[in-house]
T-cell receptor
Framework: QSALTQPPSVSGSPGQSVAISCTGT??????VSWYKQPPGSAPKLMIYEVSNRPSGVPDRFSGSKSGNTASLTISGLQPEDEADYYC?????????FGTGTKVTVL | VHLVESGGGLVQPGGSLRLSCSASGFSFETFWMSWVRQAPGKGLEWVANIKQDGSQKQYLDSLKGRFTVSRDNAKNVVYLQMNDLRAEDTAVYYC???????????????WGQGTLITVSS
């Protein structure tokens, strides 16, 4: 499994919803997690096992999957959501990240 | 949970470097640990991980033979020994805790701030 494919960028106005897709060939998308990385900062876990939120992550972040495509949806976009987002799966004893998506809040 | 990487810096092509990651605030010996890197302006790339007792190690295929992960549970430290370094190894290297020990399987639930490795002559 090479790097998972994500759109390079998505944007939206405050209050709107945006969705980020993550596509690959692996059958292990039940392991998908999502990470937020603000500029100059370390990544932060936002979603695990497709749709679970760690404690402290706002419920406007949600995840889903269909076959070999996972999605992260940010509802009610906020200025602090502006960052790079990466998906990740665990497959054949390897972790594979997505190509990353820059979310811009207009 | 606190993870602090050290050991980064400038190294010549073909050289070696050992990174350390000091862990605190949790039972280090009960968690898998990983290294993840990020080249300047690029995306995240998983490098390696190591089981709680050090008995299992997994690596990115392209790095096998050059990088070695190890840990010292008595000191709460995980290491990454990097040999035969190349320009393409230039990156920020992050230490991350595997979340399976806290209920979030197949994740990196805590990250350090990273240490920069620059491979250049």
């Amino acid at each position: 499994q090479s790097a998972l494919t994500q759109p390079p960028s998505v944007s939206g106005s405050p209050g709107q919803s945006v969705a980020i897709s993550c596509t690959g060939t692996s059958s292990d998308f039940h392991t998908v997690s999502w990470y937020k990385q603000p500029p100059g900062s370390a990544p932060k876990l936002m979603i695990y096992e497709v749709s679970n939120r760690p404690s402290g992550v706002p419920d406007r972040f949600s995840g889903s999957k269909s076959g070999n495509t996972a999605s992260l949806t940010i509802s009610g976009l906020q200025p602090e959501d502006e960052a790079d987002y990466y998906c990740n799966i665990y497959t054949t004893n390897t972790y594979v990240f997505g190509t990353g998506t820059k979310v811009t809040v207009l | 949970v606190h993870l602090v990487e050290s050991g980064g810096g400038l190294v010549q092509p073909g050289g070696s470097l050992r990174l350390s990651c000091s862990a605190s605030g949790f039972s280090f010996e009960t968690f898998w640990m990983s290294w993840v890197r990020q080249a300047p302006g690029k995306g995240l790339e998983w490098v390696a991980n190591i089981k709680q007792d050090g008995s299992q190690k997994q690596y990115l295929d392209s790095l096998k033979g050059r990088f070695t992960v190890s840990r010292d549970n008595a000191k709460n430290v995980v290491y990454l020994q990097m040999n035969d370094l190349r320009a393409e190894d230039t990156a920020v290297y992050y230490c991350a805790r595997d979340g399976s020990g806290s209920g979030s399987s197949w994740t990196f639930d805590h990250w350090g701030q990273g240490t920069l490795i620059t491979v250049s002559s």
